[in-house]
Structures are given as structure tokens and as C-alpha cells.
């Protein structure tokens, strides 16, 4: 598997990302929901650093994987040099379809 060189996030990802942001301000205030950004930021990291980082998802689509971060699950594959990020989930949400992460 090649490794990743950087970090590309859907529109999809992108999107979570911020509804996780914004509910993690309302529930527990700015200074904790930006520590968990860059707890999530850190371990999008590792997606750079290990080429097989996360579980595989043949389920979801031919490469996909997935890693845990705190309350969530980070979908993504890696295509060419690039660790694309499909989805953000919470982990107690139903387990994704292919339509929900593509």
C-alpha cells in the first residue's frame, strides 16, 4: 500500500467535520471542542506516517478503511500519495452504507 504524502477531505468530511466542531462548542464549550480537533487533527496525521493505519472496510468500497478517534470513526482511503478522507461518523451511528460515506 503506498503512503499517503497528505491529507485530502471530502466535501462530505468536511462537513462533519464542522457538525462535530460546532455540537462539540454547544455541549462542552470552545477551549474542549478545540482540543478534540486537534486530537482528531493528530490522528489524521497518522494516516501520512502508516500506510495501513485502520481497519479495511471491503464492505464500503475497494480500499476503504477506518480509524477510531475519541467518540468517532474516521473513513478514508489512500489513492495515489493521498490519504483521502471520506466521512466522519459518530461510532454509535448505524454502520455506514457505501452511499453514506461516498
Do not use: C
Not at 464542522?18 to 464549550?29: H, K, N, T
Not at 495501513?52 to 471491503?58: E, F
Amino acid at each position: 500500500m503506498t503512503r499517503a504524502q497528505r491529507i485530502v477531505l471530502s466535501l462530505r468530511a468536511e462537513r462533519d467535520l464542522a457538525g462535530i466542531f460546532r455540537l462539540s462548542i454547544e455541549r462542552w464549550g470552545e477551549h474542549q471542542a478545540r482540543k478534540y480537533a486537534e486530537q482528531i487533527d493528530r490522528r489524521l496525521a497518522v494516516l501520512t506516517k502508516v500506510s495501513s493505519a485502520g481497519r479495511a472496510r471491503p464492505e464500503l468500497g475497494e480500499g476503504v478503511r477506518s480509524i477510531p478517534i475519541g467518540a468517532h470513526i474516521i473513513f478514508f482511503k489512500i489513492v495515489n500519495d493521498e490519504a483521502l478522507v471520506l466521512s466522519v461518523r459518530h461510532a454509535k451511528r448505524r454502520t455506514p452504507t457505501p452511499e453514506d460515506i461516498d
